[in-house]
């Protein structure tokens, strides 16, 4: 598997597989953005590195992205999936079609990466969450993802 002739199958099984967070990371500041980055493992697929990412905009509130990444042993890193605030228009360029101005949910496609467009460059409309934390809490379900805390004083990003 790689991430030029990977499937929709197995994309959806590299989302789904049991992932374990590794890491507590520190909060950083990148210029407007507020950034953490979860490693994850997962038994299944022991060759391929996943992270978990958190971006959320320090000035809109709506501007925000939760996100899966793999990273392949060639080291081609794919985003699977991310999880997109209400903050833009989102065109599903291949579709002809337009999300405005609501949360939505990216996913990689066969067909996109067929077509050299962005991987995850399609996406659906949801709400399913309305905030970076909403966001995040439905990405460790919908991932399954195992080992990050929301209970805490930091609820969205600490470690158990």
């Known amino acids: 598997m790689d991430n030029k002739t990977i499937t929709d199958t197995q994309i959806q099984d590299l989302i789904q597989c049991a992932k374990t ?3 507590k990371p520190r909060t950083t500041i990148d210029f407007r953005h507020r950034k ?3 490693i994850l493992q997962s038994q299944q697929y022991a060759d391929l590195k996943f992270t ?3 971006r959320q905009n320090t000035l809109d509130e709506e501007d925000y992205s939760v996100g899966l990444l793999v990273s392949f042993p060639d080291g081609a890193d794919l985003t699977l999936i991310r999880f997109n605030g209400s903050s833009h228009i989102h065109p599903n360029r291949l579709e002809n079609t337009e ?3 609501k949360p939505h949910i990216h996913i990689a496609t066969e067909r996109y990466i067929a077509l050299q ?3 995850e460059g399609y996406a659906e409309e949801t709400n399913a969450y ?3 934390d909403e966001a995040l809490q439905y990405a460790l379900k919908y ?3 195992s080992g990050i805390n929301l209970q805490s004083t930091d609820p969205q ?3 158990l």
Request: glycine share 0%.
């Open 143 to 145: 991932c399954n993802i």
């Open 117 to 119: 467009c962005k991987a």
């Open 99 to 101: 999300i405005e101005w």
């Open 52 to 54: 978990l990412y958190y």
């Open 36 to 38: 953490r980055n979860y």
């Open 21 to 23: 967070a590794l890491n």
């Open 157 to 159: 990003l600490d470690l």
């Open 130 to 132: 309305q905030t970076v």
